[in-house]
């Protein structure tokens, strides 16, 4: 399966052969994708009815690390907090696809006493994607279920769109909706006045403080995004990679793989542990993404952190005030983070980092969600 999995990144990689094959490759998608739903309708069919049981909804279906990352430690997090609970993910696609019946069928299998999950992330938001109009369909279908939004960022363009997530989330009033930055937060208050809204972090940060690498570090690495979120150009950012080569090894990578979704994640460990180790050869990192921010705090090197178009990486940063000071740095523009990057290849910061996040919240989130 491994195998597998390489030969397919290599043809990814390859310019001309990806030209070559890209429609055959998306026919072969959408019969993959069919042949996938099929799969989960079936797995939603053979459920037994009388075991209690945990739906987590609106999983991850590309190789984004950030993603898979929640997803594996929001599975860790249900096993290990309701042991005598089933506990069974489905993707949005599968549960929005026309001709399947999934909610019918979902429907049916459905106790009082058990729970629906629904995946964190950036998914309460009318930017693309499935995961907003799966949470409409969804939560007003069963609206006396024991429900949990999982630690969300909510951003809406459209004010006809905000207005029509507001009346569908707000149909189940016992559901308890996690926002993961200050601005999400007070956009869900004001979206869903009904709701219990409360500020939590996202899961991925409890891992920061329990890896401990021995890497030798050397140079800067940039991870940062290509899609519609990005605030600086393409020819800024290798403008400024062009001057930093000057100094040290400056290297590009992303938080989205290329390896195939499926295989990510039926080994997310492996896939991390592959990326934490990468961002831990590094002084300094440069980042645009949120969990590229988190994953370099977990491999212990300083992060220096760029806008994008909207609040989810700033804000996000407010979780690491008084804690992670001295290994983040907020850039007000490409300039001051090349400043920042040149002071910390001379003198990278001496100060530990310790596990918080998980003592301090998730620890406290079953009792928390049954206090709701």
Sequence with gaps: MEMAGNIIEKLRNNN????????????????????????????????????????????????????????????????????????VDFPSRSILYKNCRFLDILEKKLKPEDYIFFQSGYDTHDLGGEEDIMHKAVIPRFPRQKMIMMPQTVFFRSKERERQSSEAYSKNRGMLFLARDQVSYQKAQEMFPDLNVVLYPDIVTTLIGKYHFKSERKGVLFCHRADGEKFYSKEELEALKTRLRRKTVVDS??????????????????????????????????????????????????????????HKVTTGLDWFAGIYDEYIYLAENLKD????????????????????????????????????
């Excluded at 945990?54 to 590309?62: D, K, N, R, V, W």
């Design 253 to 310: 990578a992303d938080t989205t793989i290329s390896a195939p979704n499926m295989f990510v994640r039926r080994d997310v460990r492996k896939y991390l542990h592959k990326m934490l180790l990468q961002f831990s050869r590094y002084q300094v990192i440069i980042t645009d993404r949120y969990h590229g921010t988190i994953f370099s705090l977990i491999a212990g090197t300083p992060v220096i952190v760029i806008k994008t178009t909207d």
């Design 337 to 372: 983070a090349e400043t920042k990057a040149c002071q910390w290849l001379e003198q990278m910061p001496q100060g530990k980092i310790r596990p918080y996040f998980e003592k301090k919240y998730y620890a406290h989130l079953k009792e928390f969600i049954e206090e709701n």
């Design 16 to 87: 001309i052969i990806r030209k070559t094959i890209r429609p055959v490759y998306f026919f072969y998608i959408d019969i993959l994708t069919g042949l996938r739903i099929r799969m989960d309708i079936r797995k939603l069919k053979r459920l037994p009815k009388l075991q209690k049981r945990i739906y987590l909804l609106g999983i991850p279906t590309a190789a984004n690390m950030g993603d898979m990352t929640q997803y594996l430690l929001i599975l860790e997090w249900l096993r290990k907090n309701y042991p005598d609970y089933d506990v």
